[in-house]
């Protein structure tokens, strides 16, 4: 059974698939990073306007913004939904969307003639597929599910409760952000377009069902060494090759405690970077965790290594810069369960199996949550992000727009009728 009209979410998500929104890394420091996306941000913002919402695109974080008032005299507080314009640093232009109409269950040609082909032996996923409208790229660039499926459906739902003005909602303000895949559209987002919104959602990946409260709280530090740089040739008792300093530092680094040893709710350091010369060396690691005291404790852990060196070699030649760069939405959720429990009422009411998953990475909710406004995540359909076997069906974009507006009439329910405020179930 569908709940909106398929069509219109079709044709939307492949109007926006098409455009080359890549966000560039390189050019992080322009707001937004790559021009793609102001166009498609400024074509979104009015088509909020046609829908009938408030809505402008703001030039100085690049976001779109829209405004659907509350049809109802009641005290509601505005919820916010925000899904991202830009995709992955991944090949873009000329995007094909190929569209496969009850799709079979069986291997899907992409491109035949390069022999491209999206197959459910290596993808079991695409199985519960079946019957579906499949959209996928030809193979040689992604498809933009991430996040052009979360676009789409929250312009499905502000359609469906225009179309329907005998549905009671409160005020819902939407946020279409740049630059989520380079970590800086949730850090750049103004919560003065959000005004007095006490709860939101991201629609990043998944499928329906799946919900994300937790992730990772991440910091970046960075080491700087100083090593004194003589002719070898009369080096003895001179030199202090950094070389040798950073790698004593690296060696007394956890060796379990690694990306490639971690899984589930397990926290890491990584070396991202290491490069020396005999009068100089500079390190950069990341930490990872989900749990505040275990990350703390990483993060304790390299100041004590740096006291601990400079000790050792003495004249202070190690240097740590260690930054926080975001942190898990789960520290401020779990005092405001609300947020929590109105999207597992709201599954449960459309009879969801909800899936509860940490998620290993940041999202722009934990920027966004930061800011006072706490954001966990919902989920936009699709698979294999990313990369050229992106896929998204049409039905899970339209269960997409049937929980936002369920989750919308939930919360004025809860509203009238009393909140769901139960304490958040630990589920690891
Ligand atoms: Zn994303």
Redesign the pocket.
């Known amino acids: 059974m569908t709940f909106y009209d398929l069509d219109f979410l079709e044709k939307t998500f492949i109007h926006y698939a098409k455009e080359n929104t890549r966000s560039w890394p390189e050019k992080h420091d322009q707001i937004p990073s790559s021009p793609g996306q102001v166009k498609m941000g400024k074509e979104l913002t009015k088509q909020l306007q046609e829908i009938g919402l408030e809505a402008y695109f703001n030039e100085q974080t690049a976001f779109a913004i829209g405004k659907l008032p509350s049809n109802v005299d009641d005290t509601v507080t505005p919820i916010g939904f925000f899904s991202?314009i830009d995709t992955a640093d991944y090949n873009a232009v000329d995007i094909q969307p190929q569209v496969h109409r009850n799709y079979d269950g069986g291997r899907v040609t992409l491109d035949e003639k390069a022999g491209l082909y999206l197959d459910p032996q290596e993808f079991p996923a695409l199985k519960s597929c079946t019957g579906e409208t499949l959209i996928t790229s030809n193979g040689h660039t992604l498809l933009g599910v991430?996040?052009k499926a979360g676009i789409t459906g929250i312009l499905g739902m502000l359609k469906y409760l225009t179309a329907h003005p005998e549905i009671e909602h409160g005020s819902i303000f939407v946020g279409f952000g740049p630059d989520?895949?380079i970590g800086f559209g949730g850090q750049r987002f103004d919560p003065k377009d959000f005004p007095n919104v006490e709860l939101a959602y991201t629609l990043?990946?998944g499928r329906p069902g799946d919900f994300e409260y937790e992730t990772f709280n991440a910091s970046i530090a960075k080491v700087h060494i100083q090593g004194t740089a003589v002719h070898p040739g009369e080096a003895y008792g001179l030199m202090v090759n950094a070389t040798t300093l950073m790698n004593d530092f690296l060696s007394q680094l956890p060796a379990d405690e690694v990306p490639e040893k971690s899984k589930g709710h397990d926290g890491y350091f990584m070396v991202t970077s290491a490069n020396s010369l005999v009068d100089h060396a500079d390190l950069e690691i990341i930490i990872r965790d989900f749990d505040w005291d275990k990350f703390t404790a990483k993060e304790q852990f390299l100041k004590d290594l740096t006291a601990k060196l400079n000790q050792k070699y003495g004249d202070h030649r190690f240097t740590l810069n260690l930054r926080r760069q975001y942190l898990n939405i789960y520290n401020v959720i779990k005092d405001q369960p609300y947020v929590v429990n109105l999207a597992l009422d709201a599954y449960q009411r459309l009879g969801i199996k909800p899936s509860i998953q940490t998620f290993r990475g940041g999202t722009d909710g934990n920027f966004i949550t930061q800011k006072g406004i706490p954001t966990p995540n919902l989920f936009n359909g699709g698979g294999n992000y990313h990369g050229p076997f992106e896929y998204v069906t049409v039905e899970q974009i339209d269960k997409l727009v049937e929980v936002l507006t369920t989750i919308c009439q939930e919360h004025l329910r809860q509203t009238r009728e009393g909140r769901d405020n139960s304490p958040l179930k630990k589920y690891w």
């Open positions: 991202h991430d996040d989520e895949e990043e990946n």
